[in-house]
């Protein structure tokens, strides 16, 4: 029972950690961990959420001893709450008082093995980040109003980060239009086949988003393709994470296709730009993890080789595109 609940915490410990959360408390075999103390971020809801779906999917391929299949469940909720040490000087042990951490524990009695229940609050800070399931309001012990809970399915394919967060009610633009002119000037003389990058810089909260909105709204009318890349805090160890998922969503990938189908599908996507798909194929296959047993056959190369070769792939799609029409490429939070 040691090295089971042992390795449990240590996985929830450096999950948590890694998502720049706070572990206050092991309560048995659970867990209590703060977003947004001692530490705060602007997306500590959302780094809650997806640690949580981390955490469901690590916790149960741990393997400790023999056939011993672990399970976990999380709730999380998002308030105000008065946080201090819990213990005298023990700055490890900090409580936290407040309606928040009980509803957050009634949650994770509402969700099932292998589930992330999340409280209202949190999911209006999500928006459209994941997705789904309407859970309705429920009736939660030691709260004296239903509450409206909902389960988190998986992270949405949404395209945009900011119209994910801010939907369709967005605030007129004002006072950006000499930003606005300078870009929609640059993709004039992009038309006329003398590409352009533009860097949009700013404090986090300046509109920078907003802008590249309004940009790609008053382009929407003109004939181009549109590739817009997302860089991510969530994703920095994974090499190449805004390019393979712009592939993925080109391609139209969904959970329940089968690796034929996904195979099928990046075909297709990349028919669009390239008549040759013999090399093409296989090494995106490769980096989007596919499979081409049967139908490509295996790529021998160095991995210096391959990253030069997918390069090339990547760079000769993007001149595929542009030869038919303009492209315009965003890249979001580049930093």
Known sequence: MREIIGAYHRCCAEQIARAGGFVAQYLGDGV??????????????????????????????????????LQARIGVATGLVVVGDLIGDDARERGVVGETPNLA??????????????????????????????????????????????????????????EAQHGTALTPLVGREEELELMLRRWQRAKAGDGSVVLVSGEPGIGKSRI??????????????????????HHQDAALYPTITQLERAAGFRREDTDEQRLDKLEAGLAQ????????????????????????????????RRKEKTFGVLIARLAGLAARQPVVMVYEDAH
């Open 212 to 233: 590249i909105h309004a940009l790609v709204e008053r382009l929407g009318a003109e004939p181009h393709t549109r590739l817009r890349l997302f860089c991510s805090p």
């Open 273 to 304: 730009a390239t008549n040759d798909l013999s090399e093409a194929a296989p090494l995106l296959a490769q980096l989007l993890s596919v499979p081409t047993e049967g139908r490509y056959p295996a790529l021998d190369l160095t991995p210096q």
């Open 105 to 162: 524990a009634r949650l994770q009695g509402l969700a099932k093995p292998g589930q992330v229940v999340i409280a209202q609050s949190t999911r209006r800070l999500t928006g459209g980040l994941f997705e789904y399931r309407d859970l309705g309001r429920v009736t939660l012990k030691g709260l004296a109003e239903p509450t409206q809970a909902w389960r988190v399915v998986g992270a949405s394919t949404v395209e945009s980060r900011f």
């Open 32 to 69: 209590l961990a703060y977003f947004g103390y001692p530490q705060a971020h602007e997306d500590d809801a959302e780094r809650a959420v997806r640690v949580g779906l981390t955490l469901v999917d690590a916790v149960s391929r741990l393997r400790v001893g023999r056939d011993t299949a």
